[in-house]
C-alpha cells in the first residue's frame, strides 16, 4: 500500500492539469508517519508529503547534464503526468521506487500509484499534514 497526503496529491494534480497539453515529471519524497500531524498510521509508515519544484535547476542541468533541483538519495517516488495516455507506467517515464500517474480529468481518481515495474499498487489518501518548516535567512 502506497499513502499521500490529501495536500500532496491535491498539488499534484494541479500542477499535471496547468501543465496539460505538456507532460510533468516531479520528484517525491517521504516522511514517517510518526512525523506527521493527523495520522493514525503505524509510526514508520513511510507517507509521500513533499515534491521537489520540476523546474529547479533546469538551466544547470541544461548545460552540464547534472540535476541540482534534487538532493541525491532523496527521492522514494516520482510523479508523472500522461495528457493523452493510459493510467499506467510508460517506458519514457522516469521510474523510482513508486511511480504516481495521473491522467485528465486530472481528479483524485484519475491518479494511481505503481511500483517500478509497473504493477498497481493500493493508494490511500491520508489527511494529515507534515510539519511546518521554514528557512532562516
Avoid: C
Avoid at 513533499?50 to 547534464?65: C, I, M, Q, R, T
Wanted: hydrophobic letters at 40%.
Amino acid at each position: 500500500m502506497v499513502h499521500i497526503t490529501r495536500g500532496l496529491a491535491e498539488t499534484l494534480l494541479r500542477f499535471a492539469r496547468e501543465r496539460d497539453p505538456e507532460s510533468v515529471t516531479i520528484s517525491l519524497s517521504v516522511r514517517t508517519a510518526a512525523e506527521l500531524d493527523g495520522t493514525d498510521l503505524d509510526d514508520d509508515t513511510p507517507v509521500f508529503t513533499h515534491f521537489y519544484l520540476p523546474n529547479a535547476g533546469k538551466s544547470v542541468n541544461a548545460v552540464f547534464g547534472v540535476d541540482l533541483g534534487t538532493p541525491a538519495g532523496q527521492i522514494q517516488g516520482r510523479f508523472v503526468s500522461h495528457p493523452t495516455g493510459d493510467l499506467s507506467v510508460s517506458k519514457r517515464d522516469d521510474l523510482a521506487e513508486v511511480v504516481f500517474v495521473a491522467v485528465p480529468p486530472w481528479e483524485r481518481a484519475s491518479l494511481a500509484a505503481f511500483d517500478r515495474k509497473g504493477r498497481r499498487k493500493e493508494l490511500t489518501v491520508v489527511d494529515a499534514e507534515p510539519p511546518e518548516e521554514s528557512v532562516s535567512l
